[in-house]
């Protein structure tokens, strides 16, 4: 059973930046999405980034292009979500989701088979 677990949510004033990290011990050896989402209070849950393992290739939503990149540590199975310019609608619960096939991280399917408990980041002005 492979239980993603979040860390490196914090409180920061806008502007600033935060990297989160996603272990995921036991994940599959084989290609597979690992993509992160988030959630803010009274909104629906939304993509935020993903990365395909099998060749690196990476993909963003549009609010967070240019500011969030994700990357990953394959010797660790850790994922990480580096996020700059922060600003107040990036105040969120961010989730990791692992396992999924290529069609989740182009965002045609949902098919994360893990999902973990989640981060806070809270950005004030």
């Known amino acids: 059973q492979v239980q993603p677990v979040e860390s490196g949510g914090d409180s920061v004033q806008a502007g600033g930046s935060l990297r989160l990290a996603c272990a995921a011990s036991g994940v599959t050896q084989g290609a597979h999405c690992m993509g992160w989402f988030r959630q803010a209070p009274g909104k629906e849950r939304e993509a935020v980034a993903a990365?395909?393992?099998?060749?690196?290739?990476?993909y963003y939503d549009e609010p967070v292009k240019g500011r969030f990149t994700i990357s990953q540590d394959s010797a660790t199975k850790t994922t990480y979500l580096h996020m700059n310019s922060l600003k107040l609608e990036d105040t969120a619960m961010y989730y990791c989701?692992?396992?999924?096939?290529?069609?989740?991280?182009?965002?045609?399917?949902?098919?994360?088979?893990?999902w973990g408990q989640g981060t806070q980041v809270t950005v004030s002005s």
């Open positions: 990365i395909y393992t099998g060749d690196d290739s990476t």
């Open positions: 989701a692992a396992e999924g096939s290529w069609f989740a991280c182009v965002g045609t399917a949902l098919d994360y088979k893990y």
